[in-house]
Every structure is written in C-alpha cells, then in structure tokens.
C-alpha cells in the first residue's frame, strides 16, 4: 500500500495509534530506500514524545524483523528442541554469555547465539571472547550450522543481514536525541532476536546508573513492553531486571573478563555475578523446557552442571570448535596480561558505599580496552579488577581496585579515576540480591 509519509508523521505527532499496514508501509519505505532520513527522524521523534500502544509495538517489532534475512535453526537441533537465547541491555563487566552459554548448553538446551562488540562504556562479548588466542568469531552460516549441531554452542558475530531497518532506524536515532524511546528500544533490541530465530528469550535489563536504563520505573517498563511483544509475536520471553549500580562481578575488561567467566564456570565466581548467572541459566531452562521444570529444580540443574565440570567442558569443546588455544581455558594466567598493574589505594577507611560502573566502564575504554571510533583495535590485555565491592569495609591505603594498563602513565590516570568512582562512608550497607526484578507472561 502507498502511504503519504506525511499523514504517518502527523498521525503520531498528535497521538493517533498506526495500523500495521502504515508501519509496514514505513519499514518498506526504509528498506526500498523510498522514505527520506528527515522524514523518518520526524517520525521518530513523534514517537519519542507520544509513544505507541503494545499493539503498535510488536507490529513495528515483527515489520523490522522481517526486513531482512531471517533465521530458522530448527534444522541444527534435536527434534522438537527450542532455540532459548538471551539478551542482556549492556552494562559494565557484563560477562554473563560466557558463562551462561556453556551452562545452558550443558543443561542440554541449543545455544546458537550471535553477539556483538562494546558500545560505548559497555563491552562485548565477541570482544572478549576475541581474547583467546586464535578463537574466530567470524563463522559462515553453514560453520555456524554444524557446530550448533555436533557442540550445541556457537557464538559468533552476526554475520546475516538481521532486520536492516532497525539498522537504519538506530542510526538516524542516535543522531537525532531518539535513541530514549522505550517503544523503539524495546522494538529495536526484540526485532534482532526474532530475526534470529529464537524461540524463546531470557531478557536481562539492567537497571542503574552502569547501564543504559538508570531508573527501575524505566527498565520495569522495558521489560514489561518486551515480554508484550514476545506475547504478540508467539515467543516466551522472561525478563530478570538486574542491579547495575557497580560494575558487575569484579572484573572490567576483557580478558579479565574471560578469566572471571572461567572462574564462574568453577563454581567460584564474585557472589553477584555467579548469582546472576545461576538465575539467567535457570530461567533458559524453565523456557527451553517449555515450564514442565520449575524454577528451583532448574536452579539445581545448573548448579549441578557447574559442580560436575560438564559447562566448564562445554566451554572448552566451544572454544576449541572455533579455533581458540583451549590451555587458556585450563590456565587462565595464560591469557593476554597487561605489562602494568597497580592498586587503587582508599583514600579513607570505611565502608564502600557506591561505585560508579560508568565511570569505571568509560575508564577501561581509556585504558584502550574499549573503543572510541567504530573498527578501531582494542587492547584485550587492560581492566580493572574491582577487589572493593558496594558493602565491602576498607582499611586506608588498601586496595579498592587494581589497574592493568599498558604503560605506567597511562595507569597513574587510571588509578586517579578508579579512585574518585568510589564512594566510602561510614556505618553498614546492605546489598540484596542482584536480582530486583522478574517479568514474565506466565
Ligand atoms: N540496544 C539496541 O539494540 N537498540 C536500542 O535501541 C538500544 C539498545
């Protein structure tokens, strides 16, 4: 159908709801190269102040998802298998599909997952995994096919042309002040895991001042349109919302990363990040089982495939599929060190009452850990090892963190910002669960 662009706009800048067939009409208008920028940047905007209904939404979702090539995995899975991934929304040492990919592959549920690099103060998975020497992340679509077949774990970077209009979309969001619109995140982040094929999703929003949702009433809301648009386009979605005040676990960087992930495996993981990966593990195996297990004996699946040494296994067959050195995974301390390490003295004693992921994130990027223009190469040897977490009691001149940089220069400044990120004051602070939140439709 032929839509004016025009009416599109003026429809959702003074509160009209779209049919499908006017948000077929725009993401056709994008894909056929028919629709100008400036008119899909007023369109946008006319979202972010007025919003869509959860009808609007996953129409939206399921137009961008089929705007380009579209996955189905059916064919590379135990019959009758479901296709379970997870998403997180980005924080600050968010490791989890490190470990959450062999655990839930050692519960017997297909992993066929495509990642993608940092962005901004948040890593990527490809970017660590990329820290293991030899490992490829570039995998054809046939490669990708017979490893998810014979291993049950691929990770790899998105090699499909998933949903090109959200591509599009997001672009012209991120320079026109649209990119805060919950309905156009929710529809963007959901339209990729369509495309790709997942049969049911673990959504992890993060929710704090180290991710992109800094207030819980924002992610609830996120989750609650996610879990929506699984509901109208057919798939289970189940989403944990999560803390991301601090950085999560201790590690900030990636092959720190990688060898906290390892540890997690071990069952010996900092106590937030190896909870969160027990908990996004056992929501994968509540979905990859269509609810015929309930959440704790899920839980106790996990833990068991941890204590057996069956996901550390796991990881191992994965890595070495892809072409990575296996004896990094045996021993971790062979993986890329940094030249530089140095402590993080506190300034006072006390008791650590906040640190700021971001800063902690955007310090690892300086430390060439993460990067500033798109393609450019990043040091997987530099982090920060965050020994301090929120609730932990320090002695003056202690250590708080630990900086691996390149270059003593370089790490002086570091150890300055690390410093300042963290807050310590007097009396006791309580941490709760990681956990805040579940959403889900069922
Ligand atoms: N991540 C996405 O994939 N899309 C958004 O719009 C925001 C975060």
């Not at 297909?110 to 948040?122: D, I």
């Not at 950085?247 to 906290?260: C, H, M, Q, Y």
Request: hydrophobic share 45%; net charge negative; glycine share 12%.
């Amino acid at each position: 159908m032929k839509l004016n662009p025009v009416d599109l706009i003026i429809k959702k800048r003074d509160g009209g709801e779209h049919s499908r067939e006017e948000l077929r009409a725009l993401i056709g208008g994008i894909v056929d190269e028919s629709l100008p920028d400036y008119q899909l940047a007023a369109w946008a905007m006319a979202v972010f102040f007025r919003g869509m209904t959860d009808a609007e939404i996953t129409e939206l979702t399921l137009a961008m998802a089929e705007s380009g090539d579209t996955l189905d995995l059916h064919d590379a899975v135990p019959a009758g298998a479901l296709i379970v991934d997870k998403h997180s929304s980005g924080g600050v040492g968010d490791k989890t599909t490190l470990a959450v990919g062999p655990i839930a592959a050692a519960c017997g549920l297909p992993v066929g997952k495509m990642s993608g690099r940092g962005l901004s103060f948040t890593g990527g998975t490809i970017d660590k995994l990329e820290s293991i020497r030899g490992w490829q992340a570039e995998l054809d679509e046939p490669r990708f096919r017979r490893q998810l077949r014979e291993i049950g774990l691929v990770v790899a970077a998105q090699t499909a042309d998933l949903a090109p209009a959200d591509k599009h979309l997001y672009a012209l969001r991120d320079v026109t002040g649209t990119v805060n619109s919950l309905p156009l995140i929710a529809a963007s982040i959901m339209s990729k895991k369509l495309a790709a094929g997942a049969d049911a999703i673990v959504l992890d929003v993060k929710c704090g001042r180290g991710a992109f949702m800094e207030t819980l009433d924002d992610a609830r809301e996120l989750a609650r349109l996610m879990v929506a648009i699984g509901d109208g386009a057919g798939r289970a979605v189940t989403a944990l919302i999560t803390a991301m005040e601090q950085p999560l676990g201790r590690a900030v960087g990636n092959a720190l990363e990688v060898a906290e992930a390892i540890a997690t495996l071990h069952g010996n993981g900092p106590a937030d990040f190896q909870e969160l990966v027990e908990q996004v593990s056992a929501e994968m195996v509540v979905l990859g089982h269509r609810h015929n297990v309930d959440r704790s004996a899920a839980l106790g699946q996990v833990q068991e495939v941890i204590r057996s040494g069956a996901a550390l296994d796991k990881l191992r067959a994965f890595v070495a599929a892809q072409g990575g050195d296996v004896a990094q995974i045996d021993d971790p301390s062979l993986l890329p060190s940094a030249p530089v390490v140095v402590p993080v003295p506190a300034p006072v004693a006390g008791v650590v009452t906040a640190i700021d992921a971001r800063e902690i994130g955007l310090t690892v990027v300086a430390l060439g850990g993460g990067r500033r223009a798109k393609g450019a190469p990043i040091d997987h040897r530099v982090g920060v090892m965050c020994d301090a977490k929120v609730g932990g009691v320090v002695e003056v001149g202690a250590p708080l963190a630990w900086v691996h940089a390149a270059d003593e220069g370089i790490a002086q400044t570091a150890v300055a910002r690390v410093q300042a990120a963290y807050a310590i004051g007097a009396g006791r602070e309580t941490v709760g669960s990681i956990v805040l939140e579940r959403v889900a439709s069922r």
